[in-house]
């Protein structure tokens, strides 16, 4: 999970899960989902890399 204070987004890398199969949550990516900015959280697997809104918090899901 991430939280992000912040009112920037913020980019966090991490090297080690690079290649790794995460996605948003569904209850953050669901439509009814009550914090909007959450939606627009993003996970590159090349990079290992995950972008998350200001003031949000999030969690990521290794997919199945």
Not at 47 to 63: E, L
């Given at each position: ?52 809104p200001a003031r949000t918090a ?7």
């Amino acid at each position: 999970y991430f939280v992000n204070v912040d009112k920037a987004a913020h980019a966090v890398t991490i090297p080690q899960l690079a290649g790794k199969s995460f996605q948003l949550h569904p209850v953050h990516a669901a439509f009814s989902a009550a914090d909007k900015r959450a939606a627009q959280a993003t996970y590159d697997a090349a990079s290992g890399t995950f972008d998350i809104p200001a003031r949000t918090a999030v969690v990521f899901v290794v997919k199945h």
